[in-house]
């Protein structure tokens, strides 16, 4: 049988080897760092977590907590680690970021069956390939892929949020708590930097004014907003100072909303709250949430320490814009993420419009099975559309190919309920309890007997 060549070693291309090699397939997993590192990456380390290092909610009423449940029901390799490098961070799954790498990088170099080559991959090779080289593919392998899709580039900037030292955090003004425990859990997985009205506005003037890196293109446009299909910024993860210069009070509907918080100290509810989650098991790291910025490193530490709380922190990362590259997935790919015009190529994660870690996860899953499946000749996989990870790959392959973006997991792409709910929560434990009896059924049927 022939090898299976996978392209990068982030979330999907890892998820995808493991898979394959259970199968019994031969992998020869591409990750070019060190030889070639990227403008995000820290280290050679596979999985590495470059943006938030939570994989969202834990809760399975949640979208990213059902897909969560229904990659551990599937034996997802990397969702195992997640849970056994978890930290403290409310009802979301945050891991220690060194730990969770790791673990997968232990579990894919002693898997017999896979081969990690330290090696930048510039062209798509004949045979079984799985192309996860996800959104900071090198330029040489971009081009490879214009070749072969015929698809144009779509660029987009996500952005890195800055990290604290804990102890430098003045908790004589901030606070722990999560939101809506403040009455039953005084301590809380979060800090919060509470803001009067008038911080808020001393905030935002600098913020505003602050200079900031240059993007390579069209950084006008971005700032007032850029067709659709054609993304500068995808809407989950805009800029910190982006937001800000939409409206002056948006920030307090997004990354600093107070809804849910009292400030214990004085017993009011601030006008603007920063929170900052637990970044690593040692508990001395802190990320500030929702922080993601392409401000100039020191224009970051002068704004950043306008945050009451935050007049004295010290940053170990400073928050950065890196470009993300996609393909066009309705016009490229079948719902099993296998290319439409070339039977043995498939691709997974972020380069397939895929956003959210649990999402590229379950995106390399399914890469991954219905590779091993099509190497083997048999039928390909395409999971319930009342599941979360079937109905995010048939969005993929099905939406309108002139204005997609990148999709993320949301109950919105579920088939609608046969009895309406009257609350969200409800709706969400509906969905959850239908989509893992159908997972489990589906699994069952299908892949217990190799089907």
Partial sequence: MEELTIIGGGLAGCEAAWQAAQSGIKVNLYEMRPQRMTDAHTSDALAEL??????GSKMRNRATGLLKEECLLLGSLLTSCAEQSAIPAGDALAVDRVHFSQLVGEKIQSHPLINLIRQEVTEIPEGPVIVASGPLTSPALTES????TGARR?????????????????????????????????????INCPLTEEQYNTFLTAVLAAKRFELRENEELINEGVPVNQPAFFEACLPVEVMAAR?????????????????????????????????????????LVGFQTNLLHDEQARVFRLIPGLENAEFTRFGQMHRNTYINAPELLHATLQSRDRSDLFFAGQIAGIEGYMGNISSGLLAGLNMARFMKGLPLLEFPLDTMLGALHHYLANADPQSFQPMKANFGILMPLEVKRQSKKERGFA???RALNSMRYFKDARLSTGD
Avoid: W
């Fill in 247 to 287: 409206d002056p009070l948006v920030l307090t509907f997004g990354p600093m909303r107070p809804t849910g918080l009292r400030n214990p100290h004085n017993g009011e509810r601030p006008f603007a709250v920063v929170q900052l989650r637990q970044d690593d098991l040692a508990d001395s790291l802190y990320n």
């Fill in 431 to 433: 969905y959850a309890k």
């Fill in 145 to 148: 892929i214009l070749k072969i």
């Fill in 50 to 55: 470059v943006c938030s290092n939570s994989l």
């Fill in 154 to 190: 779509l660029f987009f900037y996500d952005a890195i949020a800055p990290i604290v030292i804990a102890s430098s955090i003045n908790m004589d003004i901030a606070f722990r708590a999560s939101r809506y425990k403040y009455e039953n859990d005084p301590h809380g997985d979060y």
